[in-house]
């Protein structure tokens, strides 16, 4: 697959990996660096008032993220993109778009800080939410109401692993009379493997803690999208909000996002072998894994991603002890929240991630034990996931 290049080239087309590796970061022109620099400053000097270079206070811009910023959008074939001290940020900062009053469909199987977000911070403010299978297109087209502003979705989703029909939604929103604004939660999935914009969707969502930094050392959020008028007015609220990465953090997500092909590939191949072997285990009821041919929408998955990434979600017959058996019985599996990261990771989510979803309708079930694969040895995780599970 090759990707409409935004950055280098102009008018040519380069693949995926060459965009990651140079997009957004040209030798550095005053010193010839070829690692984009950390620009620790917070204002800069001025030639006359209001005449300057582009940049007049870090929090407005600061070069080393207009340099993640480009690398972003071309690895999403996006036009505009904005990066955030956090996904949450990020997606509080969407929310804001909506106004009092306004009502949003979201997917039932949503991250639990969203649903704490939306249910805990915005209805104070007068939003309202339904909450709808997202793998049912027409079900999510149903609960738009005049005043949908916005419809949220995540695919894959987390735990659960559910797909949602990215570009059937998008049609059927933009069909509606209410025409909602598309916003794609792809944190799971990455530019590698899905690109939702090229399926209609108006913004995409990352929480860029987790594959696009990779590797388990900083937390950031990012927007990217098409429409100029939307980017205009989410960049005036996340100034204005002062949701902001630091340079540090900018450089690590673009050192990250360098090797995201190879390191998707790997994650990919490790998740798939790892959800064949729970497929098969006797104490296993269900295996959640878009790559697995018995995963209820595995031909969505063949049509919307590249391949089926790096989360493995597994349901226990024994229930919250098994489950929690198992994810306390691995060694290169540490119990940890999180996921996305080179090292592989294990927990069990009623318990842990989506603690703030017990007793909602979102819910998840208390023997689901959620896998985020690595690219250690794969041979290695099949053997530590085999003696944990002699002892779940
Ligand atoms: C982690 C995560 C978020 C939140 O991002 P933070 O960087 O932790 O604020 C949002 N959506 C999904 C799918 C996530 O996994």
Redesign the pocket.
């Known amino acids: 697959m090759t990707y409409v290049n935004k950055g280098i080239l102009k008018g040519k087309e380069q693949g995926f990996e060459t965009l990651a590796v140079r997009a957004g970061q040209p030798p550095d022109p005053s010193t010839g660096a070829v690692m984009t620099p950390v620009y620790l400053t917070s204002t800069y000097a001025q030639e006359r008032i209001g005449k300057h270079k582009g940049y007049d206070y870090s929090r407005t811009d600061n070069p080393t993220r207009t340099a993640l910023q480009k690398n972003l959008a071309a690895l999403e074939g996006a036009r505009h993109s904005l990066a955030f001290s ?4 990020a ?1 509080d900062t969407v929310l804001r778009t909506v106004g009092p009053e306004g009502h949003v469909v979201a997917c039932n199987d949503v ?1 639990g ?2 649903y704490r977000l939306f249910e805990r911070v915005l209805r104070q403010y007068g939003l309202s939410f339904t909450y709808v299978d997202g793998s049912d297109s027409g079900a999510v087209a149903q609960a738009i109401l005049p005043n949908t502003k916005l419809v949220w979705l ?1 695919t894959p989703t ?1 735990p659960r692993m559910a797909l949602c029909d990215v570009r059937e939604i998008s049609d059927l929103a933009r069909k509606s009379r209410a025409r909602p604004q598309v916003a794609v ?1 792809s ?2 999935a990455t530019p590698y493997l899905q690109r939702p914009l090229s399926l209609g969707a108006d913004i995409v ?1 990352h ?4 594959y696009l930094g990779g590797h388990s050392d900083v ?3 990012a927007l990217l999208l098409n429409d100029e008028k939307m980017y205009s007015r989410l960049k005036f609220l996340q100034n204005a909000i002062g949701a902001v990465p630091g340079p540090m953090d900018c450089f690590l997500i673009l050192r990250g996002t360098k090797t995201l092909a190879v390191r998707m590939e790997r994650h990919a191949e490790n998740a798939l072998a790892i959800a064949e072997l729970l497929e098969g285990h006797p104490k296993v009821s269900r295996v959640l894994y878009p790559g697995l041919p018995s995963h209820p929408q595995h031909s969505l998955a063949e049509r919307q991603m590249r391949n089926g990434g790096g989360m493995v979600s597994v349901v226990m017959k024994g229930g919250a002890r098994a489950a929690r058996r198992l994810a306390e019985g691995t060694r290169l599996f540490p119990l940890a929240e ?2 996305g990261g080179v090292e592989s990771l294990i927990e069990v989510p009623l318990a842990m991630t989506h603690a703030s979803t017990a007793g909602s309708q979102i819910a998840v079930e208390p023997g689901l034990v959620r896998l985020s694969v690595g690219i250690e040895t794969k041979e290695d995780l099949l053997e530590d996931l085999r003696a944990a599970l002699k002892k779940a």
């Open positions: 956090s996904g949450m940020a997606i991250y800080g969203t995540e987390n939660d944190t799971f969502v929480s860029t803690t987790k937390v950031g959020g999180s996921l």
